[in-house]
């Protein structure tokens, strides 16, 4: 078995093919070719241990064990970390185990950015706000910067200090005074926050505005307005349909007959995204799924075989 450590997962985690593989991931997931089973959880005093198992034809077979717990130093903060395995979907044995904390944070910075892509109101997404200062923040930026250079890029958070180190990974970027005036001048939000409680308010939403929600693990970050006015979409069905820590805080006790998308039925067509309505604030409001994990784990897979990278283990 081939073992990744942080620095080399993180190396072989190239963003376009990241990004290709997750889109390719949403799609199966959509197309009901994945096998995904909801995530399941042990609680604790200071978080949860997740377990997500996924297999998705044409990536593989993966799981991840993941912990999400509160920084008891930085109330407000919280830590992502774990462990994601890549087995041979043939025969079981196991090829490769890799640090579920950089993987995480790369693929979610890519369904965000696939999000963002595939339902904003503008060609290159425009103005873009980044809400957050924490580590999954810093991925989103660090994704753009390779994937979307020379965008209009602001950066907000509660500590201005922490902003303005966040914002240096996009060259170019600039810091907002407060996260309220970043919103309101942005055509698209990346969200990444460890909220408990909603960071946006639909009234800062202009008409157009598209948000990637990727936060929130612990409670919602975006408020009611936002959800009751937005066209919503998500990775799979269980987004709305299960209870946190599966589904997601802000899609529970939607209204009868209230439709969230599928972001992998508009990648591959068969449904219209914002369907030409440039005034409809959409929302892509992610949760994780294991699919995505499979896919990011097979690009760091390939990746570091080409490579020759880690270190080989007999288990």
Same mark, same amino acid.
């Given at each position: 078995?081939?073992?990744?450590?942080?620095?080399?997962?993180?190396?072989? /985690?190239?963003?376009? %093919?990241? *990004?290709?593989? @997750?889109?390719?991931?949403?799609?199966?997931?959509? &197309? =009901?070719?994945?096998?995904?089973?909801?995530?399941?959880?042990?609680?604790?005093?200071?978080?949860?241990?997740?377990?997500?198992?996924?297999?998705?034809?044409? /990536?593989?077979?993966? %799981?991840? *064990?993941?912990? @999400?717990?509160?920084?008891?130093?930085?109330?407000? &903060? =919280?830590?992502?970390?774990?462990?994601?395995?890549?087995?041979?979907?043939?025969?079981g044995r196991a090829l490769a185990l890799v640090d579920g904390e950089s993987l995480t944070e790369v693929r979610t910075a890519a369904v965000a950015t696939t999000g963002a892509l595939a339902l904003a109101a503008r060609p290159g997404l425009g103005r873009v706000a980044v809400v957050g200062t924490g580590a999954q923040a810093r991925a989103q930026l660090a994704l753009l910067a390779a994937v979307l250079p020379g965008a209009e890029v602001t950066v907000a958070g509660r500590d201005l200090p922490r902003a303005r180190s966040t914002a240096a990974l996009y060259p170019g970027a600039r810091v907002a005074a407060g996260i309220e005036d970043a919103v309101r001048a942005a055509d698209v939000v990346f969200c990444c926050t460890g909220a408990t409680a909603p960071v946006i308010r639909r009234e800062w939403l202009a008409p157009g505005t598209h948000v990637s929600s990727v936060g929130g693990s612990q409670?919602?970050?975006?408020?009611?307005?936002?959800?009751?006015?937005?066209?919503?979409?998500?990775?799979?069905?269980?987004?709305?349909?299960?209870?946190?820590?599966?589904?997601?805080?802000?899609?529970?006790?939607?209204?009868?007959?209230?439709?969230?998308?599928?972001?992998?039925?508009?990648?591959?067509?068969?449904?219209?995204?914002?369907?030409?309505?440039?005034?409809?604030?959409?929302?892509f409001k992610s949760t994780g799924h294991a699919a995505l994990d499979v896919a990011a784990v097979r690009v760091a897979y390939d990746v570091a075989v080409e490579q020759g990278w880690g270190v080989r283990v007999d288990l």
């Amino acid at each position: 078995m081939l073992v990744l450590d942080r620095r080399l997962t993180a190396a072989a /985690l190239r963003p376009g %093919a990241v *990004l290709d593989a @997750v889109g390719r991931a949403l799609v199966a997931v959509a &197309r =009901g070719e994945a096998s995904v089973p909801p995530r399941i959880a042990a609680l604790t005093p200071a978080g949860l241990l997740g377990a997500m198992p996924g297999y998705v034809p044409g /990536l593989g077979l993966a %799981a991840k *064990l993941v912990t @999400v717990t509160a920084d008891p130093r930085h109330p407000g &903060r =919280g830590f992502h970390r774990g462990l994601v395995a890549l087995f041979d979907e043939a025969d079981g044995r196991a090829l490769a185990l890799v640090d579920g904390e950089s993987l995480t944070e790369v693929r979610t910075a890519a369904v965000a950015t696939t999000g963002a892509l595939a339902l904003a109101a503008r060609p290159g997404l425009g103005r873009v706000a980044v809400v957050g200062t924490g580590a999954q923040a810093r991925a989103q930026l660090a994704l753009l910067a390779a994937v979307l250079p020379g965008a209009e890029v602001t950066v907000a958070g509660r500590d201005l200090p922490r902003a303005r180190s966040t914002a240096a990974l996009y060259p170019g970027a600039r810091v907002a005074a407060g996260i309220e005036d970043a919103v309101r001048a942005a055509d698209v939000v990346f969200c990444c926050t460890g909220a408990t409680a909603p960071v946006i308010r639909r009234e800062w939403l202009a008409p157009g505005t598209h948000v990637s929600s990727v936060g929130g693990s612990q409670g919602p970050e975006l408020d009611a307005g936002t959800v009751r006015d937005a066209i919503l979409f998500a990775e799979w069905t269980g987004a709305a349909g299960a209870p946190p820590p599966a589904g997601a805080h802000e899609l529970q006790d939607l209204a009868p007959g209230r439709q969230v998308t599928l972001l992998g039925s508009v990648l591959d067509g068969t449904r219209p995204g914002r369907g030409g309505d440039a005034e409809a604030v959409t929302v892509f409001k992610s949760t994780g799924h294991a699919a995505l994990d499979v896919a990011a784990v097979r690009v760091a897979y390939d990746v570091a075989v080409e490579q020759g990278w880690g270190v080989r283990v007999d288990l």
